[in-house]
């Protein structure tokens, strides 16, 4: 059985006398793991880290190499059983019972189970918010900020649809009984937790395949954990529809540029960030979190939260005029919350109030929904401005792709938004340059 576990003897924990001790560590996954002292040291020069064991040119006065790494092996072989033993027992916690059972002179004979009932099979807590919590928890600091908010937003609402339904939510419960309910609460009865007075009820169906996905993503989790069986998910979909969404033209983005706003200079602040978001393409994780360092010969380098990837975006002069004079080199620490609430009000007074059609589906209903263009602005407009104004001027889509992120060209296209006139106007301009239109 091929184990997580390794020897290592760290260069940064050296003692008075020149040495380091070296450990066994079991690494179960990044947020737990530990190290098992062997109770051997040595200088960490004479480590060989890929080798994993003491160099042949260890002066005699810290052991003999051989003997040194002899030990040790016998030392890694009892840690793989310990290890071995936990996991075809039923451990629940692996990591904690190497470390608890684990000494340098462990006699392997005593892993009989009827000679260590005292940490043998630990009971599971199978109460599904403190495993929901225990989940939650795991993943802090191995995810964006961004997906721990989504985590904490599923737990929220499945605890106020459990008050709804009178009923505890159990892990043997949850059937497509279960989920046929939660859908049916998702879309019609769950209350939004909003800035207005206004009772807003039900979600879109995006965000209910969003959250049916992160609850199937959980159940499967304690599953290969071993905490819970295998659950039946039998019918459980993760339902999505295209996203009715507004982009900026660059003549509204050079409108707001040129907005005056000397009679509520509040604004000014949110609608400077609005442009450089449309002008960069990133998104608000990203660009609301721009620093000096970021920004070398008019070049963006940043390296974004969601994907770990790192992307160059080259500054036009007004997203270069707007970092260096109007943030100082430095974006002011601005939430998406209030970031989207205010641009609203400057896109009210940059008068953008084309009324915009919107449909989408509750239920089995079509919902369409008719506002002025500014009540649709949020911190995404800025990355579909970019991504479309960059399409319709001809950018290579490859290129904008390598920005906004897209891994496939499906996504990408579902993503922009081209009215029915450009797209006809962009062809045209396509069969004129291939000489087609003067046939």
Known sequence: MLLPLKPICPSNKIRKDGTSLIFLQYCKSEADKTLLNTELSIPPKYWHKKLQR????????????????????????????????AIQNDVVDTVQFLKQTFKPDFDVANLKPDK????????????????????????QGTVTKGTMDVFKNLRLILKTFETYRKEPIKFNSIDINFYEEFVHYLTFEHIHQNRSKDVVKGFKLNTIGKNVKQLIVFLKNRKNKKIIPEPDLTGFKIMEEEADAVYLTNEEINKLVSLDLSSSPCLITYRDLLVFGCLTGLRFSDFSKIRTEDIRDRMLYKKQEKTKHWVVVPLRDEAYNI????????????SNPNFNQYIKEV???????QPIKHSYMKGSREIIDTKPKYEWITSHTCR???????????TPVELIMKISGHKSLKDFYRYIKIAPEQAGQRIKEIWSKRGELSR
């Open 54 to 85: 003491v160099t042949e040119d260890l002066p005699s006065k810290y052991g003999d190499h051989k003997q040194i790494n002899s030990e040790l092996n016998r030392m890694f072989r009892i840690a793989e059983d310990i290890a071995t033993h």
């Open 323 to 334: 970092f260096i004079n109007c943030f100082k080199r430095n974006i002011p620490d601005i």
């Open 384 to 394: 579909r401005s970019f991504c479309t104004n960059e399409f319709l001027a001809g």
């Open 116 to 139: 260590i009932k005292h940490v043998v099979r630990q009971k599971a807590n199978l109460d599904f918010f403190f495993q929901l919590d225990d989940y939650i928890k795991s993943k």
């Open 347 to 353: 896109g009210k007074l940059a008068e953008l109030n």
